[in-house]
């Protein structure tokens, strides 16, 4: 079990986690899929500061004038439904470097149903969900479904800051993602929030323990709540961005 001094001495080493291996392939066809990503439009709620950098669409060419249509984008990289590259927090691989292989992965949801808006997922529930459904697999994305994706319409309620401007929404605790990481080889962790650190949280201490080690995250995911917690897969649509930090993604679970 990880201790918090633990996960305390790997933080402070930069990571101080085993690299991640690859996951399996899928055994079996997939008869279901849900659509994980909220459409990217101009008012999705974004990053406090970064407001000036939501989707921008310039036209370029329209189809009625022009016999074709086209429009230049403008974006922050961390916008959306996003990946999170190891890049983003002093990881080596950027968006393009993350290889294709990683991008089809086992699928494990834990709910938080009506947490605080300050819950930070920890390790009691994931042994909860192993109680369940058995050992997490191995190279899987583990998503956490808090609920929040209802608020996404809502950017202030979203972000829910306070009067001195923390956010409050739930997210992982570092001891979580270190058990996650080190003991159950989880390639990534997603979130229907903002972060993978809970909104209140200082230092963005899961980003700094899971980036580094070459794993990445997905945040603000859709419909967590239409997905098994066990047996499905994610496919992440991340384009190879060269040199992106983090880059909007269309993710899909196959069931």
Not at 41 to 66: K, M
Request: charged share 20%; with cysteine; hydrophobic share 45%.
């Amino acid at each position: 079990m990880c201790a918090p001094g633990v996960v305390l001495a790997a933080h402070q080493e930069g990571g101080g986690l085993p690299p991640p291996g690859a996951p399996p392939p899928p055994a079996r066809g997939f008869s279901r899929r849900v659509d994980l990503t909220h459409p990217l439009t101009p008012d999705f709620p974004t990053w406090p500061g970064e407001e000036a950098h939501a989707l921008e669409a310039t036209v370029l060419a329209r189809f009625e004038e022009d016999g074709y249509a086209s429009r230049a984008l403008a974006h922050a990289e961390h916008l959306g439904t996003h990946l999170d590259a190891p890049a983003h927090f002093g990881g080596a691989a950027t968006a393009e470097a993350i290889p294709a292989g990683w991008l089809v992965l086992p699928l494990a949801v834990v709910r938080l149903r009506d947490p605080d808006p300050d819950a930070a997922l920890g390790v009691e529930p994931l042994l909860a969900w192993e109680r369940r459904h058995g050992r997490l697999p191995a190279g899987a994305l583990v998503a956490l479904d808090s609920g929040w994706a209802r608020r996404v319409g809502d950017p202030d309620a979203y972000r829910n800051q306070d009067p001195s401007g923390t956010m409050h929404f739930p997210g992982f605790a570092p001891e979580a993602a270190y058990f996650l990481a080190a003991e159950r080889g989880a390639l990534a962790l997603g979130t229907d929030t903002l972060s993978l650190d809970p909104g209140a949280s200082k230092g963005f201490p899961v980003h700094r323990l899971l980036l580094p080690s070459g794993r990445f995250g997905l945040e603000n995911l859709a419909h967590l709540d239409r997905v098994p917690e066990a047996g499905a897969y994610a496919f992440v649509g991340a384009p190879p961005v060269a040199g992106a930090s983090g880059v909007p993604a269309r993710v899909i679970a196959l069931f």
